[in-house]
């Protein structure tokens, strides 16, 4: 999918995306804990999957575009990724959970992490992995883009993918990729304003 299509598929996706509102406040925003005061929005659900888009039946997040790619299919549903203090901030929340869930650390039945499948499942699969206001799959199955730039024209991922170890699914952890990666270990979710 390129950017230039992306509006073609998303004249169904608003009935068929759920949205979650997150209430802003300050995020302790990495290992640091510095003070950044985010916004409400509203976040989909799950990532975007195929069948979301109306491209098939396909509930496995859809992956293998590149940043700027899936920044333009987020456009074109009257959103944008969000940035990665946002990202943490729906995962952490006020109580600056370690991982989205909780605390407590990850097993089989909250994410998708090295030693499970080996590959991406279908979005929420794991809802015992779920954050307190509903948002699923934002530890494992595949890391998400955001809109937050890197030096050398990348862009950081959040999330961990179904090959990340348990480390990786924490909160504040973040990782890094080129803006043109277009890998079936990336996907994204959609966040917009209220």
Not at 114 to 120: A, K, M, N, T
Not at 125 to 152: C, Q
């Amino acid at each position: 999918m390129t950017a230039s299509s992306a509006t073609a598929v998303t004249a169904t996706v608003s009935t068929t995306v759920h949205w979650v509102r997150i209430t802003g406040g300050v995020c302790r925003f990495g290992d640091q804990q510095r003070r950044i005061k985010v916004r409400t929005l509203e976040w989909t659900q799950t990532l975007l999957t195929w069948a979301q888009l109306d491209c098939g039946t396909d509930q496995r997040p859809v992956t293998g575009l590149a940043q700027p790619d899936a920044a333009a299919l987020a456009r074109a549903m009257g959103g944008r990724l969000p940035r990665s203090v946002e990202w943490e901030w729906a995962a952490s929340g006020p109580a600056c959970r370690t991982y989205p869930w909780g605390n407590e650390e990850p097993t089989p039945d909250r994410a998708n992490l090295r030693g499970g499948p080996g590959r991406p499942t279908p979005v929420g699969a794991y809802p015992d992995g779920a954050t307190p206001d509903g948002l699923l799959d934002m530890a494992g199955n595949v890391w998400e883009w955001t809109s937050s730039a890197t030096l050398g024209n990348g862009f950081i991922l959040r999330g961990a993918s179904h090959d990340s170890p348990v480390l990786y699914a924490k909160s504040t952890f973040l990782n890094a990729a080129p803006a043109e990666l277009e890998s079936d270990g990336i996907g994204f979710r959609v966040v917009r304003e209220p």
